[in-house]
């Protein structure tokens, strides 16, 4: 009987193989979709809320405060870990701006990191036509908790369109600070770009990265130029450039 059970289960075995055509392979784990990460980049662990109404309770008042004065405004804001006290986690607010109606969202098609920066990739939605929706103005947002720490962002959406930094109004005395904190007439070397919003500029020996107040400035520029360029320090200690001109 053991005979026969042996003699059945080989047939079958290749019965099964003449037909497939095909030799048993190994089935390899499951991995990550990092099918839209570009090669060599890091795969980011991220959460994301897509709705203001569903944001998570962990959030400061402070946090929701700034969360209602920015939405109006399109672009982004990333609220410090040590500022905000969220410990090991970053949050970025991505804001659409203003819409005429309802029917309005985003979602984050890919998120990754290279050489340090942040990368994010948002999918803006429009309502169809034949849709159904609210005739008011909304403010699609998006609520990005970040599972690492990371001081350079570049945000765009589908299209290529970048969302710049925005930032909460600013109180007379943190004004008052920052125009007291403007070093005019200063020069250096425009190393590279760092990404869409900042620059690294090597200045009295030496290179330190900067912000941009906005993405024009640098457009006219090539790496190895000498600058000469106004930046200020802002609250949370980036280094802000406001204005940028070749050495002539």
């Known amino acids: 009987m053991k005979k026969f059970l042996f003699l059945l289960t080989a047939t079958l075995c290749a019965i099964l193989l003449g037909v497939t055509g095909c030799s048993p392979t190994t089935v390899p784990e499951t991995q990550p979709d990092d099918s839209d990460n570009e090669p060599g980049a890091e795969i980011v662990e991220y959460e994301i809320w897509e709705n203001e109404r569903a944001f998570p309770q962990e959030l400061s008042p402070e946090m929701q405060n700034i969360i209602a004065k920015l939405k109006a405004e399109r672009g982004y804001y990333a609220f410090d ?39 994010i990739t948002m999918e803006e939605r429009e309502p169809a036509k034949e849709d159904a929706v ?64 900042s620059v690294e500029i090597e200045s009295s020996g030496k290179t330190l990265a900067f912000y941009l107040s906005e993405q024009s400035l640098i457009e006219n520029f090539k790496d190895g130029e000498t600058i000469i360029f106004d930046y200020y320090q802002d609250q949370y200690d980036r280094l802000i450039i406001n204005k940028l001109e070749k050495d002539s």
């Open 134 to 197: 609210i005739q008011i103005l909304t403010y699609p947002v998006a609520l990005l908790k970040i599972k690492a720490l990371y001081n350079f962002f570049d945000i765009t959406n589908t299209s290529g369109d970048t969302f710049s930094p925005i930032l909460p109004e600013e109180s007379p005395e943190n004004a008052t600070a920052e125009r007291e904190n403007v070093i005019h007439n200063c020069r250096g070397t425009l190393v590279g770009r760092i990404d869409s919003n």
């Open 81 to 119: 870990p040590q500022d905000f006290q969220t410990g090991d986690d970053l949050f970025i607010l991505i804001s659409s701006g203003p819409k005429p109606t309802g029917g309005y969202s985003m979602t984050a098609k890919n998120v990754q990191a290279s050489n340090g920066t942040l990368e």
